[in-house]
Nanobody, 125 residues
Framework: QLQASGGGLVQAGGSLSVSCAASGLPFSTYGMGWFRQPLGKEREFVAAITWRADNTYYADSVKGRFTISRDNAKNTVYLQMNSLKPDDTAVYYC????????????????????WGQGTQVTVSS
């Protein structure tokens, strides 16, 4: 089970951090990702981190503004979002890879087998 939290309302240019706590799976063995889904649009990739935390990947739209990290001791993955824009408004979902110990750049929702319930992030202009 993945439980996302930390969403909220922030003004453009501000910062927000969302987190996702995992339970019931060996968190440290799974790559993790963040996706988002704006209202009325498809779910899109935001960021991913390998199970070893030796590589991170970002969508071009958030590169340089967002940072994904993980704390395996706390079974938690984080997404720090800075310089937020109204276009970042969406429901943010965390996800765990379908397979353990799989590295690489995983940007497709189909790469992930476990999903959190989502947390709303709203950026006002």
């Amino acid at each position: 089970q993945l439980q996302a939290s930390g969403g909220g309302l922030v003004q453009a240019g501000g910062s927000l951090s969302v987190s996702c706590a995992a339970s019931g799976l060996p968190f440290s063995t799974y790559g993790m990702g963040w996706f988002r889904q704006p209202l009325g649009k498809e779910r899109e990739f935001v960021a991913a981190i390998t199970w070893r935390a030796d590589n991170t990947y970002y969508a071009d739209s958030v590169k340089g503004r967002f940072t994904i990290s993980r704390d395996n001791a706390k079974n938690t993955v984080y997404l720090q979002m800075n310089s937020l824009k109204p276009d970042d408004t969406a429901v943010y979902y965390c996800a765990a890879d379908k397979y353990k110990y799989r590295g690489g750049d995983r940007r497709s929702p189909g790469d992930y087998g476990y999903w959190g319930q989502g947390t709303q992030v709203t950026v006002s202009s």
